[in-house]
């Protein structure tokens, strides 16, 4: 598990050209498989751990993935999962409420089709890079979209593969709202956003972020931990902040961290295949799906 090491204040610069690349060192990897450790917290100041694992491989069909979510709610866990195997984008629920499973599948290739139609999929080996298509790729370039992100410091963690433990230097960058995917989210808000007036984050539901920290590993830019940040509100926040001793600190909303992380080592092609059980019948969101390509497609990251 990744802990903080020390931190190196650097210049504040522009982070984007090291998250684009990010993004391309990730969709361009043969292998990759990690445990993820998650943390939440909730609305009545409870907070959730729970554990995962991502794993990708790259093929003729573009990068194969796996990711699976397992959180405990009050001892009814939830369960998240979603799998491209080439073909299909699969993906499964179990609600911690009433405990139904939802499985979701996705003709990958009727949208690649239906795409290159439209002169938007020249190559179908860029299937795995589709905006919008799932895994730990989709997660990265949806921060690209909405956050404007500032290079902050070189860090450094104690990272651990499972059998030893050793320092891991890492970029920080901090991610801020972009006005438009804001205005969007905040509607009532929307004429301040756009006049560049400052957001009334007091009126704004408490589970939504104000800002995002990414850590990328310098050597691999492989993104380590994210977490999904809020600053304490109140009239009176501005004038503490001017006093060390009495700031009040940062609520990390969300995090995700991957632990014993193995890039570029083989894995078994059988964690990508599934066949659905008999008594779960899939639903088909083909449709609904290349909608949504179609709307991130026209999204070009600033």
């Known amino acids: 598990m990744p802990h903080s090491e020390s931190t190196n204040q650097i210049t504040p610069q522009d982070g984007r050209p090291l998250l684009q690349q990010a993004i391309l060192n990730l969709e361009s990897r043969t292998w990759v498989a990690g445990k993820i450790h998650y943390y939440l917290e909730l609305f009545d100041n409870e907070s959730v751990v729970g554990k995962g694992t991502f794993s990708a491989q790259m093929s003729q069909f573009g990068q194969l993935f796996r990711w699976e979510v397992n ?15 080439g073909q299909t984008l699969w993906t499964y629920q179990a609600s911690p409420k009433d405990q139904k499973e939802q499985l979701g599948r996705v003709d990958v290739l009727q949208v690649a089709q239906h795409l290159k139609k439209q002169g938007n999929l020249p190559k179908i080996g860029e299937i795995g890079n589709w905006p919008g298509l799932g895994g730990l790729s989709r997660l990265l370039r949806s921060l690209q979209t909405n956050f404007q992100f500032t290079l902050l410091e070189t860090s450094s963690f104690r990272a651990t593969d499972g059998q030893q433990t050793r320092p891991l230097p890492v970029w920080k960058l901090l991610g801020t709202w972009k006005p438009a995917p804001l205005a969007a989210l905040l ?27 990414l850590f990328l590993g310098q050597e691999d830019l492989f993104p380590y931990e994210i977490q999904y ?13 001017q006093v060390a ?8 909303l969300a995090k995700l961290e ?20 008999e008594h779960l019948k899939p639903t088909n969101t083909t ?16």
Not at 229 to 241: E, F, I, V, Y
């Open 258 to 277: 991957f632990v014993e992380l193995s890039l570029d080592v083989p894995l078994e092609t059988e964690s990508f295949h599934y066949q659905p059980p």
């Open 187 to 213: 509607p009532e808000q929307a004429d301040r956003i756009q006049q560049g007036l400052p957001v009334r984050w007091e009126k704004v539901p408490p589970h939504i972020p104000d800002q995002v920290l």
């Open 287 to 302: 449709s609904e799906f290349i909608q949504q390509v179609h709307t991130k497609m026209q999204k070009k990251p600033q």
């Open 229 to 241: 940040r809020r600053k304490p509100p109140g009239r009176w926040t501005a004038w503490l902040s």
């Open 245 to 252: 001793w009495l700031q009040r600190e940062e609520q990390c």
């Open 71 to 85: 959180l405990p709610f009050e001892n009814r866990p939830f369960q998240w999962w979603e799998l491209f195997d």
